[in-house]
Nanobody, 125 residues
Framework: QVQLVEVGGGLVQAGGSLRLSCAAS????????MAWFRQAPGKERDLVAA????????STYYADSVKGRFTISRDKATLYLQMNSLEPEDTAVYYC??????????????????WGQGTQVTVSS
């Protein structure tokens, strides 16, 4: 069982930056494809960014709405999401996800079998 814990959410003004981190207690994450999803109030949970396993070269994918502003990265034990030029529309609960089912980039929620509890990001205008 993989338990993911996200940290780094908070309140920030529009144009500001935040960095989210996600770690799994007691294990490395190199063999997992990973991603960040987000869910705004009253909306479905959507993919923000995804990254392949370290064994697959760490290729990345971004939703159009965050391209050029967000950067997903990883090391052996932690997944990161650097968020710059934040907009009020980025307000949501952000979830870290890991997949043991594939080494490649996965863009569907159904591909992920481990989820964090979520961290709130609020961007004020």
């Amino acid at each position: 069982q993989v338990q993911l814990v996200e940290v780094g959410g908070g309140l920030v003004q529009a144009g500001g930056s935040l960095r989210l981190s996600c770690a799994a207690s007691g294990r490395t994450l190199t063999t997992y494809a990973m991603a960040w999803f987000r869910q705004a109030p009253g909306k479905e949970r959507d993919l923000v960014a995804a990254i392949s396993s370290s064994w697959s070269g760490g290729s990345t994918y971004y939703a159009d709405s965050v391209k050029g502003r967000f950067t997903i990265s990883r090391d052996k034990a932690t997944l990161y999401l650097q968020m710059n030029s934040l907009e009020p529309e980025d307000t949501a609960v952000y979830y870290c996800a890991a997949s043991s089912r594939t080494l490649r980039i996965a863009v569907s929620q159904q591909d992920y079998n481990y989820w964090g509890q979520g961290t709130q990001v609020t961007v004020s205008s």
